[in-house]
């Protein structure tokens, strides 16, 4: 049996998504052409080797069920583990009806099902982590560097609303837990842990009883002389989308070959639920250039530096240029569009002209008729 | 669990006139529109059809064709009662034999379908690509109060000695069947898809058997073995988009009818979907100094050259200055910078290095000859594949026999 354990955390977080998190938690936002967001943290899991899987979920979790159903496309559909989704089913607090505040709390919200996890080290994330990371090298660390809690972090410039950072010593060891700071230093924290079982479940019942919810605060920060952090350095991509521009310039890059390359390895590939769709077809009329398009997209007319979900129709006259239109987003003929996220079945009508720009791209609400 | 109708898939054949495309795989299991396999058609009728139990013989290099039903699960047949089962041909106390011919495959597995007490079997082929609903052709077969009943299309009278052709009365009653007749009476043609009450195609496949004489065929025997004794038999008239593609140039045609808004054969209508287990790959990418024209392109592509009026499967690599057209690219082919395909089907992780030239489009007023590749075929830089020509997968010219 494998010897870790997956929990992610797909609850609906602070974030600036506006319009893309209106229906549906961060973890199920569309991304990069064919995914949810909460793939890439499935994936990853079941890449490593993870059979049981826990999501645990709180508000707009709708899109979220449907997205992973039983969790075969993960092979997570099992007789023994598999996914177990866990939405807060203890009420004695406030959980059913008030957002949870922490992991801790979200995590007590669903003590007796971590009294039951089989294996011997969980890996907890944030559903909304756009990587491929390899986390048997992540475990394997963990055990060799005899760590309480190894953090994977991300040792880039990128800054993200609401992250945490770690500073280190030369021996790998977490010295610095830092948050709210105006200008982030140090490592920044991806929002995967590795720790024992045994450990999470103490921790878990120690937070509980003194009410407190952040793991952060209350674990990282105020135990890290106590407790042996050790920091993982993920050197790949690794995206957290807290905002709009977030979502808008990570997305954007995936026109980069070799960010691609990063994201999708052939040897850990990430694993979506596919849309029964045709295959994709470019008229002679049509013209698509540096961009990302999935399947049953019908283009007659012309995409530039732009990424299609499944199902996009463009048609002839119509120009979208450094734009992201999610599945079944209609485009009628001569319409314009530039630096707009159009979220599902949005429809763009005749001659309609709608340009956002770099640094305030337009988000189109699903089911909008412009 | 007695179920009302079930359906029999013949998927045994070698479709040798795919020649080197079958060489490793059933016909049935060959791809076809970028994303589909042939099998994927009738699957996906069932289903849609209400058919949820479905028989597949095999026979012919079955294990491709295995491997990709599986379970059944992505065409929604694996429930708890019935789903799709793989019927290969297997020993008894007393033997056993190959499948002899198409009834003989049946008859070989009267055990399987009499489980299901069925009041209706469906026999279907695997080599035809088309959308029908067969629960409207078994509402025509009970009306009609026939013992079997036939799908039939017109085809153009010049065409109609190639295929087994039905005469009727006006209630579209069959009253004469003729295999490939040399004057045929009606333009009328069997698409080898049948409806049989049970009971009745029970008692002809074992008295069909008992005949040591039988080629124990369908359209050879069961069918005449009927009409001669008088029996009721329908013919169930479909209009619509059908098209065998036991041929290279018909399975061509139609991955070129596929392409375009105008072509009979829509797969974007979502009241009938065709299902087909996918490949995970990230999505198509389209490179800064691609031209795309009328094309059909999947999953995992990545297009840096020209493309025109071509189907693409997922996982297709086309390089900067490299130039496809007219032809169909099976999963994984790698196209290298400055080749040339035309009219080619180049098979499932082709390799086309630097500057090869595969293929030619015919000239004025001359039929298209095709240019084709069998799978895993690697082709050193520069190499020259003359039109019509065949290769195996090591690269050597093989005959169209």
Redesign the interface.
């Known amino acids: 049996m494998n010897r870790l354990h997956g929990i992610i955390f797909s609850y609906v977080m602070r974030n600036d998504l506006r319009e893309l998190t209106e229906l549906r938690s961060p973890a199920s936002v569309p991304f990069?052409?064919?995914y949810r967001t909460v793939d890439f943290a499935l994936s990853n899991l079941t890449n490593a080797g993870v059979t049981d899987v826990g999501l645990v979920l709180h508000g707009r979790y709708q899109s979220m069920l449907d997205h992973v159903g039983s969790g075969?496309v993960w092979d997570l559909s099992r007789k023994r583990g598999g996914l177990r989704i866990l939405p807060p089913f203890n009420y004695q607090k406030d959980w059913g009806v008030m957002p949870f505040r922490g992991k801790m709390e979200a995590l007590a919200g669903v003590k007796t099902y971590l009294d039951e996890i089989r294996q011997d080290y969980v890996v907890m994330m944030d559903g909304d982590l756009i990587a491929n990371i390899p986390l048997q090298d992540v475990l394997n660390q963990h055990i060799e560097s005899k760590a309480d809690i190894t953090v994977v972090c991300a040792n880039d410039s990128y800054k993200t609303a609401d992250g945490t950072y770690y500073e280190k010593d030369a021996q790998g060891r977490i010295t610095e837990v830092l948050f709210h700071l105006n200008q982030p230093r140090g490592y920044r924290g991806l929002e995967i842990f590795i720790l024992s079982t045994d450990l999470l479940r103490k921790l878990v019942a120690e937070c509980e009883a003194q009410d407190q919810y952040s793991f952060r605060r209350s674990v990282l920060l105020n135990k890290r002389d106590e407790l042996n952090l050790q920091m993982y350095v993920w050197g790949g991509f690794a995206a957290q989308m807290r905002s709009v521009q977030e979502y808008y310039d990570r997305s954007m890059q995936l026109?980069n070959?070799e960010i691609?390359a990063e994201?999708?390895p052939a040897e850990r590939?990430?694993?979506?639920k596919?849309a029964?769709?045709?295959?994709?077809?470019?008229?002679?009329?049509?013209?698509?250039?540096?961009?990302?398009?999935?399947?049953?997209c019908?283009i007659e007319g012309t995409v530039v530096d732009s990424?299609?979900f499944p199902g996009v129709t463009v048609a002839k006259g119509a120009v979208v240029r450094n734009s992201i239109l999610f599945k079944g987003v209609n485009v009628a003929e001569n319409a314009t569009l530039a630096h707009v996220i159009a979220d599902k079945d949005v429809e763009v009508q005749n001659g309609r002209t709608l340009m956002g720009h770099y640094t305030y791209p337009i988000v189109l609400a699903k089911n909008s008729v412009i | 669990m007695k179920k009302e109708c079930i359906a029999m898939l013949l998927a045994g054949g070698q479709g040798s006139r795919l020649y080197v495309l079958t060489g490793e795989m059933a016909k049935p299991a060959v791809p076809f529109g970028g994303k589909y396999r042939i099998i994927d058609f009738p699957l996906s009728n069932c289903i849609n059809s209400g058919i949820d139990t479905v028989g597949v013989l095999t026979q012919y290099r079955p294990m491709e064709l295995n491997s990709y039903i599986g379970s059944g699960q992505p065409w929604d047949l694996d429930g708890i009662d019935g789903g799709v089962q793989i019927l290969p041909p297997y020993m008894g106390s007393s033997g056993g034999t190959w499948y002899k011919g198409t009834a003989n495959a049946i008859y070989q597995n009267i055990g399987y379908m009499d489980q299901y007490d069925p009041e209706y079997v469906v026999i279907l082929s695997g080599d035809h690509i088309y959308k029908m609903d067969y629960s409207d052709m078994i509402r025509r077969h009970k009306k009609a109060g026939a013992v079997c009943t036939i799908s039939v299309m017109e085809v153009p009278w010049d065409e109609a000695s190639r295929f087994g052709i039905m005469a009727v009365d006006g209630n579209d009653m069959i009253t004469e069947f003729a295999e490939k007749p040399k004057e045929p009476k009606s333009n009328l043609a069997s698409m080898g898809i049948y409806v049989f009450s049970w009971q009745a195609l029970r008692k002809y496949l074992t008295e069909d058997e008992a005949d040591p004489n039988s080629e124990n065929d369908f359209g050879k025997n069961i069918i005449p073995n009927m009409l001669k004794d008088g029996q009721p038999m329908a013919a169930y008239r479909f209009a619509g988009y059908w098209k065998d593609v036991g041929t290279l140039d018909s399975l061509w045609d139609a991955n070129m009818d596929m392409l375009g808004a105008g072509s009979d054969l829509d797969l974007r209508d979502e009241e009938w979907p065709i299902y087909a287990r996918s490949v995970d790959a990230p999505p198509i990418f389209l490179g800064r100094d691609c031209k795309v024209n009328n094309s059909a392109i999947n999953r995992g592509c990545e297009i840096h050259g020209n493309v025109e009026s071509s189907v693409l499967s997922p996982n297709v690599k086309v390089a900067n200055g490299a130039s496809i057209s007219h032809s169909v690219l099976l999963p994984g082919v790698v196209v290298e910078a400055g080749a040339v395909i035309e009219y080619a089907i180049l098979g499932e992780n082709c390799h086309i290095g630097k500057d090869c030239h595969v293929g030619g489009a015919p000239a004025d007023g001359k039929k298209k000859e095709l240019a084709v590749l069998a799978p895993d075929c690697k082709l050193e830089d520069g190499r020259t594949v003359a039109p019509g020509v065949m290769l195996d997968y090591k690269g050597q010219e093989v005959a169209k026999k």
Do not use: H, M, Q
């Open positions: 990069g052409g064919r075969k026109l070959p691609r994201l999708f590939p990430i694993r979506a596919g029964d769709k045709s295959s994709t077809y470019i008229s002679e009329s049509g013209s698509c250039l540096n961009s990302l398009v999935a399947e049953g019908w990424i299609l």
